[in-house]
């Protein structure tokens, strides 16, 4: 008889009651609340895999389901690590979307092989980047923005503040969603020791995905101090705008804003101040149906659930009904990777980057827009490389 442990990611099972509500209220899931009970009851036994929890995608909403402040999400990633300890091999689809790791060996993936690509001006950035700073204000750059090197860089908006990130610093968040959370807790780790090299006030956080993990899952899941004051991008500018040191051209844009997973965990006013900001900067924007607390992700985290295309396909589509129920055909995102996924999977609706627009209302334009990213994942070694992992995207499960 295998023992069962306690859970030590951040679960309190003291806490629960086992009244199902965190699984009941899940977009992903129909259970019933007598169902979700049931289930609760049993998989609070302790962290093991249960096959009824494979509809989850670690999307971390079922938190503000619980009254009991139990932090169900961290259940769930403690069951997904379970599981994948005990698989012979991660997806190699998997592996490939997953960045931190080369320090410690890890084969290509998607990140380096972007960076690998780029032509030398930009390579030069990364390699200031990756340099610990001294400033004020300390710009993190985290993986998907730093394929754009330049649109940072020589943004006139930011030009006083330092920028760091280098090709291997990453928050740990696609390793901690695929249920590697030691592998999350290194990378996590060392990227707070990275930036304890840097000499700083404050840390402004480009991606709101860093800035969650940062704040919240690397302190609460993984129990790394994060000693550092925290503001988002979004506040930086609105700081500029209102200090009078950077001046707005309208954009003109009506959009519905789609929340990302991780919007709401960063709370009320990150949520309010972001959209603050896209009516300063000309953009109209209409609220999704399911919006803050209840926002639904892209779809990319359900891929980190086996490394399936179809899971990502059917997580995606529940977000696309909501952009259907919008009735708007432009879809605002403040997340790059959902930026991103909506470009390439949710034809019909037209994508904008509320970081990209903040740049052309602040600078009147962007040295590298994300139209040139689209041709830069058309270079040879990545098309080869997403062929060699594309039967473990594709492939159904072996039974
Ligand atoms: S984690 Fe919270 S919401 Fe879920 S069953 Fe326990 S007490 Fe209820
Ligand atoms: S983490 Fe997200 S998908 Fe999983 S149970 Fe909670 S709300 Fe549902």
Same mark, same amino acid.
């Given at each position: 008889m295998e023992e069962v442990r306690s859970f030590t990611r951040g679960f309190s099972a003291e806490n629960c009651n086992q009244c199902g509500k965190c699984i009941a209220g899940c977009q992903y899931t129909d259970l019933t609340p007598k169902q979700a009970q049931t289930v609760m009851k049993k998989v609070t036994a302790g962290p093991k895999w249960y096959p009824e929890l494979a509809f989850c995608i670690r999307c971390g909403k079922c938190d503000h389901r619980c009254s009991k402040d139990a932090r169900p999400s961290d259940l769930q990633h403690e069951c997904q690590e379970y599981k994948r300890r005990r698989e012979?091999?991660?997806p190699s689809s998997m592996a490939y979307a997953i960045n931190g790791l080369v320090t410690e060996g890890w084969g290509a993936n998607f990140f380096q092989d972007i960076y690998k690509g780029l032509p030398k001006v930009d390579r030069a950035i990364l390699r200031n980047w990756a340099t610990p700073k001294k400033s004020k204000d300390l710009l993190w750059i985290g993986c998907t923005d730093r394929m754009l090197p330049r649109s940072l860089e020589e943004s006139r908006a930011l030009r006083n503040i330092a920028k760091f990130g280098g090709p @291997? @610093? =990453? =928050?740990g968040v696609w390793a901690i969603q695929a249920g590697l959370m030691d592998e999350g807790y290194r990378i996590a780790k060392r990227l707070v020791n990275r930036l304890k090299e840097n000499s700083f006030d404050r840390l402004v956080m480009a991606c709101g995905h860093c800035q969650k993990v940062v704040t919240k899952m690397i302190p609460q899941a993984l129990g790394i101090d994060v000693p550092f004051p925290i503001i988002s991008i979004y506040d930086y500018f609105l700081e500029m705008i209102e200090a009078g040191t950077a001046k707005v051209t309208p954009v003109h844009l009506d959009a519905a804003i789609s929340d990302p997973c991780f919007g709401y965990e960063n709370g009320n006013e990150y949520l309010d101040s972001l959209r603050g900001l896209a009516r300063t900067i000309g953009i109209t924007i209409s609220e999704l149906e399911h919006n803050r607390e209840n926002s639904i992700c892209c779809g990319y985290n359900g891929f980190f659930n086996d490394g399936k295309i179809s899971k990502y396909v059917k997580t995606a589509m529940l977000k696309r009904k909501d952009f259907a129920n919008s009735g708007k055909k432009h879809v605002l995102s403040y997340c790059p990777g959902c930026h991103l996924f909506n470009h390439y999977f949710q034809p019909g609706y037209k994508s904008h980057y509320l970081l990209e627009e903040t740049l052309l209302a602040l600078d009147g334009k962007v040295a590298e827009p994300f139209s040139v990213l689209y041709k830069r994942m058309l270079r040879p070694h990545i098309a080869w490389n997403l062929t060699r992992v594309s039967k473990s995207a594709l492939l159904p499960l072996p039974r």
């Open positions: 012979t091999e991660l @291997d @610093d =990453c =928050c």
